[in-house]
């Protein structure tokens, strides 16, 4: 049989306070009572086992203990990595993470955030790449914008589209030094693996790789380029359809690298052998790379660095009058995955 749930008003009753007193107590006001009456108040509710309202006390204290993550897909390494920092910081706090994903859809995320504002969210930390379509980006400013203006925190992790604190991540350098080391192994055929064309960091890690290759006279053609889904999957077919063109290429680079564990996968079925018969190259070092062979060669970002700082700018409570940015460097790792083309 479930057991009924004791009201405020039975508090009051018991306690023979007013309910606007008990209220005031229970539910965070700021409005003061005094020490009898809240020690009275309090008593009686544990003697009672009254759970307060969690939706009362944030609009008592126009706040909750809630921090709200929104990312894409929490499947993806790369954004379970993000929310490792994020929580971590937010249990130091005493704060709960609710966890919201978009699977890429820009009116999934307007809703998302549009939810933890009506819920008082104390802050909100804001993980996946930007697109290129305007008055998406408008739409979802004007929501951030509504969100601050009540009181709550915002902070990105992505590019410096909306008027939030950002961590971004140095896509184009990053890929722009990879460039260079793959033709430094010897390299100069190559294919990209480049995810949707609307997403500004799979564009932005194309443009770095693309810059890195022009640094040593190598063009790369508008037919080794494939675009795919920022998945597995889509880094599967988008090997598919290389291996279906014949490009020639001797190394390919997936602009992350949950694509290039799909193009390994379509190259192995293929009967191809990475790196002997070609090298492949991703890019963000996921944790789950530690388990595949031959190891991935990728550039290493800190990602759940990058969770915690984005989530200590969404909980800094003196936030300086103007957006901060921190720029995250990444790493280029060499391993198994490339090597010397025969």
């Known amino acids: 049989m479930t057991q009924r749930q004791v009201t405020l008003a039975e ?65 993806d390494p790369y954004f379970s990595s993000i929310a490792a920092g994020v929580t971590r910081v937010a249990e130091e706090n005493g704060l709960i993470v609710v966890l919201g994903t978009t699977n890429r859809d820009p009116g999934r995320e307007l809703a998302l955030l549009s939810t933890l504002r009506a819920h008082r969210a104390r802050a909100i930390v804001l993980a996946g790449t930007r697109t290129t379509d305007r008055n998406t980006t408008a739409q979802l400013a004007a929501e951030v914008q509504a969100f601050t203006a009540q009181g709550g925190r915002l902070a990105c992790v992505s590019q410096a589209r909306l008027p939030a604190d950002t961590v971004i991540p140095a896509n184009k350098l990053g890929a722009t030094k990879l460039a260079r080391a793959l033709v430094e192994q010897g390299h100069r055929r190559f294919a990209v693996l480049a995810g949707p064309a609307e997403l500004v960091s799979a564009r932005d890690r194309l443009a770095g790789f693309r810059a890195g290759l022009a640094e040593s006279g190598i063009e790369l053609s508008a037919e ?20 279906t063109s014949r490009d020639g290429a001797t190394c390919v680079f997936a602009v992350n690298d949950v694509m290039a564990l ?35 060669t990728t550039v290493r970002l800190p990602l759940e660095e990058m969770g915690e700082r984005a989530a200590r700018l969404a909980l800094d409570e003196q936030p300086p009058p103007q957006t901060r940015s921190i720029r995250i460097n990444g790493e280029v790792v060499l391993r198994d995955s490339t090597a010397p083309p025969r």
């Open 11 to 75: 508090v009051a009753r018991q306690a023979s306070v007013s309910l606007a007193t008990a209220s005031r107590v229970l539910n965070g006001s700021t409005r003061q009572v005094s020490t009898e009456l809240r020690d009275r108040v309090l008593s009686t509710a544990r003697s009672l086992g009254y759970l307060p309202n969690a939706s009362a006390q944030a609009l008592a204290r126009n706040s909750s203990v809630l921090v709200g993550l929104v990312v894409h897909d929490i499947a």
């Open 262 to 296: 799909g193009a390994m996968a379509a190259f192995r079925q293929a009967g191809l052998t990475v790196p002997k018969d070609i090298s492949v190259a991703g890019f963000d070092d996921i944790p789950t790379l530690s388990d595949l062979v031959p190891s991935l």
């Open 224 to 243: 080794a380029v494939l675009h795919g889904g920022f998945t597995r999957d889509g880094g599967y077919q988008a090997a598919q359809q290389l291996l």
